[in-house]
T-cell receptor, first 113, second 112 residues
């Protein structure tokens, strides 16, 4: 039982390049989230998807786009990467929109030069 | 906007000493969750508190939710080297979006 799977695990980009971070969950969860983690700043919500077909902005959405491809998959896209987007990105999911624990993937460590 | 502040940022203790981290919200929370992240790992859910004044225990860990539902604490009694990691509180707010606002985290180092 894999839970939440993120790919890739590591990536180095040059400024201006684009890339998509993939996230898939096999728990039949309805809601999915993308966070970034920077030293001393905790986890900050980028975008979330309450259910298949819907997406909403979080605290720090600028420079990112998302797609909820189906119930399992929620991708995060950087159209034109900037050094300020160097971070560790985590995807998480919960069963439904209630007070439930979030299940996290292992993260993608992204460096932008 | 909604903010959750967590202190201290770092704590170094000798094995066997106690440890406490504190969380404060600018607005009333509907619930608070606590997560632990080991170095190089991902956050793992520890517990959720929902009721005003609630206290929950997990072995050596004690979690409290304030009467006003604006603050919370995690206390570890007699720390062990296995307690090393970063502890995050995460506040949920009314509106039932499932969104959480995370505190900055407290990184605990335990000297054997």
């Amino acid at each position: 039982n894999a839970g939440v799977t993120q790919t890739p695990k590591f990536q180095v980009l040059k400024t201006g390049q684009s890339m998509t971070l993939q996230c898939a969950q096999d728990m039949n969860h309805n809601s999915m989230y993308w966070y970034r983690q920077d030293p001393g700043m905790g986890l900050r919500l980028i975008y979330y998807s309450a259910s298949e077909g819907t997406t909403d902005k979080g605290e720090v959405p600028n420079g990112y786009n998302v797609s909820r491809l189906n119930k399992r998959e929620f991708s995060l896209r950087l159209e034109s990467a900037a050094p300020s987007q160097t971070s560790v990105y985590f995807c998480a999911s919960i069963e439904s929109l209630s007070n439930q624990p979030q299940h996290f993937g292992d993260g993608t460590r992204l460096s932008i030069l | 906007g909604q903010q959750v502040m967590q202190i201290p940022q770092y704590q170094h203790v000798q094995e066997g000493e106690d440890f406490t981290t504190y969380c404060n919200s600018s607005t009333t929370l509907s619930n608070i969750q606590w997560y632990k992240q080991r170095p190089g790992g991902h956050p793992v859910f520890l517990i959720q508190l929902v009721k005003s004044g609630e206290v929950k225990k997990q072995k050596r860990l004690t979690f409290q939710f304030g009467e006003a539902k604006k603050n919370s604490s995690l206390h570890i009694t007699a720390t062990q080297t296995t307690d090393v990691g970063t502890y995050f509180c995460a506040g949920g707010f009314s509106g039932n979006t499932g969104k959480l606002i995370f505190g900055q985290g407290t990184t605990l180092q335990v000297k054997p």
